[in-house]
């Protein structure tokens, strides 16, 4: 099975940014977080990680800032709640390889529930103790429309002022 969406990933990136998997807008779309009641693009230019208001069909204009996109589900679609494949212990791995690879400051998971299925249990909002390798790890409220009662912006911001202390 092939990946909905390729990674976007390279070399000298301050952040990843981790879905669990591609929307079914977004896999229809051929681009991250493409849902017109996602706040992704958003949050990601109001705490100032772009300095303008990107479109999804714009995402790898994302490598300009030096942040990267990936999912933990590469070959499913669909909402976190809804049935995707397994998370399988390939896909953990395959997310730790990508990272110590290209080896970012900052791993963001872009839902609780993409951090908590990456770490295999219950996760609160906010950076972890865990690294890999070097990269700090963040679980981040998710920007989906559908997780509208769960939204928190100014965790996202405490991200983006982590991102900007170091460096």
């Given amino acids: ?3 909905v969406l390729s990674d976007l990933l390279q070399p000298s990136l301050r952040i990843v940014l981790c879905g ?8 229809a779309e051929r681009a991250y ?3 017109k009641q996602n706040k992704f693009w958003k ?19 994302l490598l300009q800032h030096r942040i990267g996109l990936t999912d933990l589900v590469k070959a499913g679609a669909g ?3 809804a ?12 997310l730790r390889t990508a990272i110590a690879t290209f080896r970012p400051q900052f ?3 872009t839902s609780k529930t993409a951090g908590q299925k990456f ?3 219950k996760r609160d909002y906010g950076e972890q103790l865990e690294l890999i390798g070097d990269t700090r790890v963040w679980i981040l409220p998710s920007t989906s429309g559908a997780a509208n009662g769960s939204w928190r912006p100014e965790i996202w911001h405490q991200f983006a002022d982590a991102v900007r202390a170091a460096g």
Avoid at 44 to 61: A, M, V
Avoid at 83 to 94: I, S, V
Wanted: aromatic fraction near 8%; avoid cysteine; charge should be neutral.
């Fill in 119 to 121: 770490f295999d249990g």
């Fill in 83 to 94: 049935t995707l494949p397994k998370l399988t212990a390939a896909d953990r791995a395959r």
């Fill in 43 to 61: 949050i990601l230019h109001e705490t100032r990680l772009t300095p303008e208001l990107l479109l999804p069909h714009q995402y790898r204009s």
């Fill in 1 to 3: 099975m092939t990946d």
């Fill in 33 to 35: 977080y493409a849902h």
């Fill in 79 to 81: 909402m976190d709640r």
């Fill in 20 to 27: 669990t998997a591609a929307g079914t807008t977004s896999a």
């Fill in 107 to 109: 791993l963001a998971f």
